[in-house]
């Protein structure tokens, strides 16, 4: 059947998944069920889900590829987003499809919350396996409440008060391209943009290059719960989080103010390696991994819920839609 005349829950399996204190609410189907098709009779549900668990993995459905994806996320509501201010290099698919991050297989990508680097963010991310890779290539997740709570209450204070900068640099062939990331060739947008974002910019080399800084918070209240959360990116963003070998290099081609990313305090000072360090324990403590299998849809509050991927072998295909 494709679509429920009734209710949807008798139609479903309610199970867990947990790790670490981390936790997913799985729904699968028990009769053959088009996931799309009901997305208006899942949305309630999923809704209150996400903000007890995080999380909501879709699971036994069937494929929906690009166009059902976004018929799926469209379904529930919410506007969907563009990837403004994005900070890793990712393809638009359809509309407000996009591939997930497009790192190396071998790379890891560390927990974050979407955006999080900005002061504006999507409530919700979602995913959508279209081909799970041969071997690895997970999505691991993290409560954000429980990175909070395992944080010494000296470090969150600090970064509470003084709150976080986060500095780019653009179009030094290191990173993404200004022009990329903002979605123009035109200066005259760019400093619209960062004008009604609180980003402060300066063009360098005659206008070629480009700086930002922008200070964000560290934590959040979540508006529905009311819990406070982890969220920013200073761990992801600062350069200790590179390989040892690497930062080596890159310092040597590059000046400390001319790094494509980088964090500091608010006022400018430097964060202590050793904090940043404690905050990336934090993470790896409340991990929760499981393997994709083709065509699961994952959803998470982007507020409760960090991600990450790991390395994979093979092809693997995730799709990735924001909301409001």
């Known amino acids: 059947m494709d679509v429920l005349v009734g ?16 936790r997913v609410l799985v729904l699968s189907p028990l009769v053959g069920l088009n996931v799309d098709a009901c997305a208006m009779q899942l949305r309630e549900r999923i809704a209150r889900a996400k903000t007890t668990y995080g999380g909501v993995l879709l699971r036994g459905f069937a494929a929906l590829g690009v166009a059902g994806f976004d018929r799926l996320v469209s379904g529930f509501g919410q506007p969907l987003l ?6 890793t290099p990712r393809s ?24 999080s680097y900005t002061l504006s963010w999507p409530a919700s991310i979602w995913f959508h396996c279209d081909i799970a890779a041969e071997k690895g290539g997970a999505t691991p997740v993290a409560d954000s ?6 944080l010494d ?6 970064f509470a ?3 976080i900068m986060y500095v780019r640099n653009y179009g030094n062939g290191l990173d993404l391209p200004w022009e990329q990331v903002f979605g123009t060739e035109e200066r005259d947008k760019v400093e619209q943009y960062c004008r009604a974002n609180q980003i402060d910019y300066e063009w360098l080399d005659d206008g070629e290059a480009l700086r930002t800084r922008q200070v964000c918070q560290s934590e959040l209240r979540h508006p529905v719960t009311g819990e406070t959360v982890w969220f920013n990116q200073a761990h992801l963003f600062h350069v200790s989080n590179l390989p040892l070998a690497v930062r080596e290099a890159l310092l040597e081609v590059v000046d ?7 964090t500091f305090f608010g006022d400018g000072t430097p964060i202590e390696t050793a904090m940043l360090d404690e905050i990336r324990a934090a993470y790896r403590d409340t991990m929760l991994s499981f393997d994709w299998q083709a065509a699961d849809t994952l959803v998470l509050d982007n507020l409760l819920m960090s991600h990450g991927r ?12 924001m909301t409001a």
Request: proline residues 5%.
């Open 256 to 262: 400390d103010d001319r790094l494509p990313r980088n």
């Open 7 to 22: 209710g949807i829950d008798e139609a479903l399996s309610e199970s867990v998944l947990e790790q670490n204190g981390s």
């Open 161 to 163: 008060e003084r709150r």
């Open 153 to 158: 209450p000296a470090l969150r204070r600090r």
């Open 82 to 87: 563009s990837y403004e201010f994005g900070s």
């Open 310 to 321: 790991a390395p994979f072998a093979g092809k693997r295909r995730v799709l990735v839609a």
């Open 145 to 150: 409440r429980l990175v909070y709570q395992r």
């Open 92 to 115: 638009k698919i359809e509309r407000s499809v996009y591939s997930s991050t497009e790192y190396p297989a071998d790379q890891w990508i560390d927990q974050h919350n979407e955006q």
